[in-house]
Nanobody, 123 residues
């Protein structure tokens, strides 16, 4: 069992930076691939980024080069550094975990979810 708590959302201007954090409970954090997903109003939940047990990362094309995902297995945390924010990044962002050595793009394959943190980017 893993419990996830998301934090760090807020309101920023286009071009600004923001860091989201996810704190995980449980002693097997290092066994999970960790992902970030987002859901804008009226839209489907979409993949943003994920990091594997060994630190390999995958990004959606829409955020590649702007966002960076990282994990700290000693602290049981995963972060999403958002640079050069755009209005289209506005969404509720969710941290997620799946007990797998590989990245899954589909949100339905993740086992555990944070409560979500809201990011608003103004133009």
């Amino acid at each position: 069992q893993v419990q996830l708590v998301d934090s760090g959302g807020g309101s920023v201007q286009a071009g600004d930076s923001l860091t989201l954090s996810c704190a995980a409970s449980g002693r097997t954090f290092s066994s999970y691939t960790m992902g970030w997903f987002r859901q804008a109003p009226g839209e489907e939940r979409e993949f943003v980024a994920a990091v594997t047990l060994s630190g390999g990362s995958t990004y959606a094309d829409s955020v590649k080069g702007r966002f960076t995902i990282s994990r700290d297995n000693a602290e049981n945390t995963v972060s999403l550094q958002m640079n050069s924010a755009k209005p289209e990044d506005t969404a509720v962002y969710y941290c997620a975990a799946v007990r797998s050595p590989v990245v899954y793009i589909s949100w339905s394959l993740y086992d555990y979810w944070g409560q979500g943190t809201t990011v608003t980017v103004s133009s």
